[in-house]
């Protein structure tokens, strides 16, 4: 194999792994200069791939849907089955880990020709594939386009329904997909918030590309998890109910940080913070976490109220009463 040839393999290889590359950079990780980047280019498209160009001091080049699937060489009805069968595997979190399922799913979504998606999008919807658990449905082309935004730094224009049912156009930095339980979660930067947000991916309607890039935001794999647990926590709970602390505030979204999220200011010196749990004793571990000293009240529900005072009192005169010696 000449080095041309190798050189273009290379070249078509790293624009399938992001979808936009300046010119300078893939020059620099081909070892050659611009001038050439731009002749394998032309190479590329003489062998049928779309490489679009993007001029201006952000320019680069792109490589778009054509009539072919490089390089797998793969038939039109080889490929619809596939990007199905990618997407089941996606929403029922399958084949290696959803890392592995949406790295795959987005690097065949990018290359598949307009009639092949609408042919993908078509056969998906009346694929019923087996349910896992009792997690809600998610669109299988909305995590394919997340997914893709997510890996270029690509801004996103949702339209997302919270658990309400009001709706709502938000303007977000995708950093993260990821599942907890039988959910799939979008970690990303809310623009319009100026902050962090975490939105089930089941509740978004539709996903509209803008192809304006970012720089990512430093976020390590454990705050990721930490904030995704958040979000899994506030789906629906048998038991839901609310502590009033005696706690500005300030205060208190100081000391509890991500999980401070969804409390709000109860007068000046108050805080009135949600919490829930699959049964009383998980929901009394939230409790647990409100600091030493602090005073605060609880709309924590009956019968399960019940249940926990009774508890208590046994665990109150289990420390009262002296330990017992052994025989």
Not at 28 to 37: D, S
Request: charged letters at 30%; a negative charge; proline letters at 8%.
């Amino acid at each position: 194999m000449s080095d041309t040839t190798t050189r273009a393999l290379a070249l078509l290889n790293l624009l399938q792994t992001h979808r936009h590359w300046p010119g300078a950079e893939l020059a620099t990780r081909l070892g050659v200069t611009e001038r050439t980047v731009r002749r394998d280019v032309d190479r590329l498209r003489e062998l049928g791939y779309r490489v679009e160009s993007i001029p201006g001091a952000a320019g680069g080049y792109r490589l778009e849907a054509g009539s072919a699937v490089p390089p797998l060489l793969l038939t039109d009805d080889e490929a619809v089955t596939m990007a199905i069968g990618l997407r089941v595997a996606a929403t029922q979190q399958l084949v290696g880990g959803p890392e592995v399922t949406l790295t795959a799913l987005a690097k065949l979504e990018q290359v598949l020709p307009s009639p092949l998606r609408r042919r993908v999008n078509a056969l998906a919807a009346s694929v019923q594939s087996p349910r896992m658990g009792d997690g809600p449905v998610v669109s299988p082309v909305v995590l394919g386009e997340i997914a893709l935004a997510t890996r270029d730094q690509e801004r996103l224009r949702l339209r997302y329904v919270d658990r309400e049912g009001s709706e709502s156009t938000r303007r977000v930095e995708p950093h993260a997909l990821a599942p907890s339980g039988r959910k799939w979660f979008l970690l990303c930067w809310d623009l319009d918030r100026d902050d962090w947000r975490t939105f089930r991916v089941d509740r978004i309607e539709a996903v509209e590309h803008t192809r304006v890039l970012f720089d990512r935001r430093p976020l390590t794999p454990e705050e990721i998890d930490e904030r995704v647990l958040i979000a899994a926590s506030w789906s629906p709970q048998k038991i839901e109910a609310d502590a009033v602390m005696e706690l500005p505030f300030p205060a208190m979204q100081e000391i509890f940080g991500p999980w401070s999220d969804g409390a709000t200011p109860d007068g000046e010196t108050r805080t009135r913070w949600p919490f829930g749990g699959s049964d009383w004793r998980e929901a009394m571990y939230a409790l647990l976490w409100i600091p030493e000293g602090v005073e605060y009240t609880t709309t924590f529900p009956e019968p399960e109220r019940t249940a926990l005072r009774e508890a208590l009192g046994r665990l109150q005169r289990a420390l009262d009463a002296p330990p017992s010696s052994r025989p």
